[in-house]
């Protein structure tokens, strides 16, 4: 009982950590809460849906092309509607609340075209569903999938932020974008790659997702939320306590399910954020990038 409870939880925090990585980067660096960060995902996911039911593509070939897919979109919402309000701004914090309101129109707007593109009904493909024997518990290879995506997607942004020019431009700009133009640094190029990046992440959270997931046009407000969740208890920027945080996440879901009652995932996951906001609103690994 407690192994299975572990893998699965394990693995099902692997994939809310895949998903909450994008946000982590477009609020800790941008400085926007993008709210329409859900259908990003869900967008992906019909993509990927698409592509497997109409030319029988699977979504672990068409992943890489959807990720690009998803940072050109990115960077190009940023030029168009983010760019106009960060220069509004002033660099101040009426940022986050602009991107917020703005963010909140785009999710219905994106949504009304998911609605009008692929309907309301709910859509799966239950794609590579075959068990895998993981220390005797019987788990879905697509979830495995799904973890194997986190774990590289999530270590090699830790990597690269850490060890990289790149990288240190990153962790200057979430710190310090104040002071970041003093050592030659481009906040507005550096804010716009972090924002992409994070769109090219929700893609292909989205993608892996499609391949187990039962979904509808309607849902990205709850792929949002988790996120949400687990970025303010990871610490706002804090990619290695977005990880941690996700698989957290994943094991108090899963044993909750187990032990006490399916019903009540839901309610002990937004316990658990009430809990961290008011005791620790710096999250659980503090806020940095």
């Known amino acids: 009982m407690l192994t299975t409870t572990l893998i699965l939880g394990l693995v099902l925090g692997g994939?809310?950590?895949?998903?909450?990585l994008g946000l982590t980067l477009q609020y800790g660096i941008a400085r926007i809460m993008n709210l329409a960060y859900g259908e990003f995902a869900l967008a992906a996911a019909f993509l990927a849906v698409a592509l497997f039911q109409g030319i029988g593509l699977s979504p672990l070939l068409s992943l890489p092309g959807i990720a690009a897919a998803g940072y050109?979109?990115?960077w190009l919402l940023y030029q168009v509607m983010m760019r106009p309000l960060v220069a509004r701004s002033g660099g101040g914090g009426r940022l986050e609340t602009d991107s917020i309101l703005a963010t909140f129109g785009l999710l219905f707007l994106l949504?009304?075209?998911?609605?009008?593109?692929?309907?309301?009904d709910f859509t799966s493909i239950s794609h590579l569903e075959r068990?895998?024997?993981?220390?005797?518990?019987?788990?879905?290879?697509?979830?495995?999938?799904?973890?194997?995506?986190?774990?590289?997607?999530?270590?090699?942004?830790?990597?690269a932020l850490r060890f990289t020019r790149w990288g240190l431009a990153m962790r200057a700009v979430a710190l310090a974008p104040g002071s970041a133009p003093l050592v030659g640094i481009d906040v507005?190029?550096?804010?716009?790659?972090g924002f992409a990046?994070?769109?090219a992440l929700a893609a292909t959270a989205g993608a892996s997702i499609s391949m187990y997931q039962t979904f509808s046009a309607t849902g990205g407000v709850v792929f949002t939320m988790k996120a949400l969740v687990i970025v303010i208890m990871g610490g706002v920027g804090n990619v290695p306590g977005a990880l941690a945080a996700g698989f957290a996440l994943?094991?108090?879901?899963?044993?909750?399910?187990?032990?006490?009652?399916?019903?009540?995932t839901l309610a002990a996951t937004f316990a658990l954020f009430l809990g961290v906001l008011l005791w620790r609103p710096q999250g659980l690994f503090g806020a940095r990038t």
Do not use: S
Not at 15 to 20: E, F, K, R, V
Not at 131 to 157: E, K, M, T
Not at 188 to 193: K, M, T, Y
């Open 131 to 159: 068990g895998v024997d993981v220390f005797g518990v019987p788990v879905a290879a697509n979830r495995l999938i799904a973890f194997a995506i986190c774990v590289l997607a999530g270590g090699a942004l830790v990597a």
């Open 188 to 193: 507005n190029r550096v804010a716009r790659q």
């Open 197 to 199: 990046l994070g769109a």
């Open 15 to 20: 994939t809310y950590a895949l998903l909450a």
């Open 111 to 120: 949504q009304g075209g998911l609605l009008l593109a692929f309907g309301a």
């Open 72 to 74: 050109g979109a990115g």
């Open 250 to 264: 994943g094991l108090i879901e899963t044993f909750v399910a187990t032990a006490i009652d399916p019903g009540l």
